[in-house]
């Protein structure tokens, strides 16, 4: 199954030295039959994109809870043998029940240096948002605005060393 898991920076260099993405049960988002069924009209690329940008907004709780990672989105693509979903979370959350090594990752997607500011802002505004303020929504959306850049596995040593 082809989950996408928010990350940050720091996780991306400990999946490089470890191998892995430590710390299963794992939060994701997938192509589940519960966002499938809500989103009639939507081909498998239009139901991967959702899933990804749920996992970029989760991305930013996890800056807010890291002050010192590079405020910069980042999800991880990868195929993973199994994943359960949590519908009680979202549509398209799933939990992946071991660590995923490296040799399953895929792909991933990270936001532009342009985005910084404006996922700075979003990190620091989310729990606010998650409490209905509609102004912390408005700059939370600003960062959903950035469309993330795609790096295949061997360009992850690359992209961290210029971050």
């Known amino acids: 199954m082809r989950v996408y898991l928010p990350s940050t920076l720091p996780a991306l260099r400990r999946l490089l030295d470890d191998g892995a993405l430590t710390g299963a049960p794992l939060p994701a988002y997938a192509v589940t039959d519960a966002l499938r069924s809500w989103y009639d009209e939507g081909d498998e690329e239009e139901l991967e994109l959702a899933a990804m940008d749920l996992a970029a907004a989760a991305s930013v709780r996890l800056l807010d809870a890291d002050p010192d990672a590079v405020r910069r989105r980042v999800v991880v693509v990868a195929e993973v043998p199994e994943a359960t979903p949590v519908p009680q979370v979202d549509r398209a959350a799933v939990r992946v029940p071991q660590d995923v090594p490296l040799r399953l990752v895929q792909a991933v997607h990270v936001?532009?240096?342009a985005a910084v500011d404006d996922v700075t802002a979003a990190a620091e505004a989310v729990i606010?948002?998650?409490?209905?303020?509609?102004d912390a929504a408005f700059v939370v959306a600003q960062a959903e605005g950035h469309e993330?850049?795609?790096?295949?596995?061997?360009?992850?040593?690359?992209?961290?060393?210029?971050?």
């Open 148 to 163: 993330l850049q795609w790096y295949a596995t061997q360009e992850i040593g690359p992209l961290l060393e210029l971050s």
């Open 128 to 134: 606010a948002a998650d409490l209905g303020s509609e």
């Open 111 to 113: 936001d532009d240096p």
